[in-house]
């Protein structure tokens, strides 16, 4: 039996995130409860819109069940460069 890992992913759209978003999706092992997206390296619009793109493309059987949030516009923490 299966020991299933409810897993949510919080992302800022990137490329990187979306290959953690696939790989999640594939895995036999992980239950990819929820996307969330945030604004990081790109707005979150754009994070949203790309974030969409990964799911639809994971999506073409029907048979992902994943929930959706856009969340914050702006990061909640700044660190010093």
Not at 25 to 49: C, M, N, P, Y
Not at 55 to 69: A, E, P
């Amino acid at each position: 039996k299966i020991q299933f890992h409810k897993v949510i992913i919080d992302t800022d759209g990137t490329a990187d995130d979306a290959m953690g978003i696939l790989l999640s999706l594939a895995a036999k092992d992980i239950d990819l409860v929820a996307v969330t997206t945030v604004a990081g390296t790109v707005k979150v619009e754009q994070a949203t819109s790309n974030v969409l793109r990964t799911l639809k493309v994971m999506n073409s059987d029907g048979k992902v069940r994943t929930y959706f949030y856009k969340f914050q516009k702006i990061r909640l923490l700044a660190f010093p460069a």
